[in-house]
């Protein structure tokens, strides 16, 4: 214990000073000297340290946050039966006994993408209608383009007059992961921290937007750029809700699934090498593929990919520490995406950047020419984009320049050292970055060298939806 509560005085550069705890006697907190013994009462985790000075009274508080969530895979979501959307974030077993035996109404304020509606709204409607819920839903266009704080205040307007109880009646948010990104911060804001839920409906967001904290709007052309760290109260996941997106959507959000399989799990990249064509023709509803007889590869991926992006987070959750592998793909892709916004897809960017990172590491001797091969040919049978046009050198400085001025002065590239293998490096040299870039260019401007198909520009032969 000595040596946590050392290194928590480190971190947290506590000055030296009397530590005082908080005790609660008859509803009253009062401090008292942590060294003196016995107390009546209930201690509060936070703990106050006063200093003083000839300058003056110092009071540090050190007060621990906790965000408890769960993330929950079920079927049949939006089937009357099924509790999970009125009660899955209810751990207390007490609390969800008093929410059983309660006569009063439930209310429930429900944001879903507008095309998410379009396909779904009848089931969300019919399953809160036959639960007996008093609720709203408000359907929203919930793209890249739109994604701003008007949106956020839209959403605050129509729960304003709604009227919802701040602790005991979360907001649902159900579509994809710019729609889960606008409700949390919409929640994060209103009575400044109103519980919500996440209910994903693309592979993107299943897999990714369904793990963390974030929430978030562009703002001044910059992706993300207004956001807070507040963890909803719980997310439910459904694949059946992928059947419904288009292909080039699964393929978008398989490009998120690669990324933690050639930073973490050798054996989730495999698994994309050898049956991501097959996850991608079955949408991830196939519980056997037939050829290779791999039980239930949609389950295995889809769980191996959140399970590794909660080891990465979960520790991390409000990015103190900035050396995150959760970042590879996104050091060049958020200035590329806003760039062409909207020709690609986010996944699509991110695989764009994770190509060019993939020849840096190369570059720098971590990756064999085989293993860059191997992975490049598997983003091309996913069916992602490895280069783009826009993607020019003068980008790629401009976005590592943008990102070193958020990163505490140093530029924290994560790389793979092999397949399923990665470090964190700041000593990536210009000189490498250029050699990289030309090669990459060569190879994969037109794909003829390596006996690629063209893949110069993405065709954009979808609507963007979530």
Request: charge should be negative; include cysteine.
């Amino acid at each position: 214990m000595e040596a946590i509560k050392q290194n928590m005085d480190e971190e947290q550069q506590i000055p030296k000073g009397t530590e005082l705890r908080l005790v609660q006697v008859k509803g009253t907190w009062t401090r008292q000297r942590v060294s003196s013994h016995g107390h009546n009462g209930r201690v509060s985790a936070a703990n106050i340290y006063e200093s003083t000075s000839s300058h003056g009274t110092s009071w540090t508080v050190v007060s621990p946050i906790t965000f408890t969530f769960t993330i929950t895979q079920t079927h049949d979501l939006l089937n009357p039966s099924n509790d999970t959307l009125l009660m899955g974030h209810i751990r207390d077993p007490k609390q969800l006994e008093d929410f059983r035996s309660s006569t009063k109404p439930i209310k429930r304020f429900v944001v879903m993408d507008e095309t998410v509606y379009s396909l779904y709204g009848s089931q969300v409607t019919d399953y809160l209608e036959a639960r007996n819920v008093l609720y709203r839903i408000l359907p929203l266009p919930t793209t890249e383009e739109n994604k701003s704080m008007d949106m956020v205040l839209k959403i605050l307007d129509e729960v304003h007059r709604f009227g919802i109880e701040r602790r005991t009646e979360p907001i649902i948010g159900i579509g994809g992961g710019v729609c889960l990104d606008i409700v949390g911060l919409a929640a994060s804001l209103y009575r400044r921290r109103t519980p919500y839920i996440r209910v994903p409906t693309t592979l993107l967001s299943y897999i990714d937007a369904s793990v963390g904290a974030k929430t978030g709007v562009n703002f001044a052309n910059c992706k993300n750029k207004l956001g807070t760290y507040i963890a909803p109260v719980a997310v439910f996941l459904d694949r059946a809700f992928i059947q419904t997106v288009p292909r080039r959507h699964i393929s978008n959000g398989l490009a998120e699934m690669l990324k933690m399989a050639l930073m973490k799990h050798r054996c989730l990249f495999e698994l994309l090498e050898t049956k991501g064509r097959f996850l991608l023709d079955s949408k991830f509803q196939s519980t056997e593929d037939p050829i290779g007889k791999c039980a239930d590869p949609a389950s295995v991926s889809t769980q191996l990919a959140i399970e590794t992006m909660l080891e990465e987070l979960a520790p991390n959750l409000w990015e103190d520490d900035l050396d995150r592998l959760v970042d590879f793909g996104h050091l060049i892709s958020p200035e590329l995406e806003m760039k062409v916004l909207p020709c690609l897809l986010h996944g699509e960017a991110v695989n764009i950047d994770m190509s060019f990172m993939v020849y840096v590491s190369c570059e720098r001797g971590m990756l064999t020419e085989v293993e860059k091969l191997r992975i490049i040919h598997c983003m091309l049978r996913l069916e992602l984009p490895v280069w783009h046009q826009d993607c020019n050198f003068a980008l790629l400085q401009k976005a590592l320049s943008e990102r070193l001025q958020h990163s505490g002065g140093l530029l924290r590239m994560p790389l793979p050292t092999g397949l399923g293998r990665a470090e964190i490096f700041n000593d990536i040299s210009n000189d490498t970055l250029y050699k990289a870039y030309e090669k990459w260019c060569d190879d994969l401007s037109t794909g003829t060298e390596l006996g690629f198909p063209n893949i110069s520009q993405h065709k954009n032969d979808s609507k963007s939806v979530e």
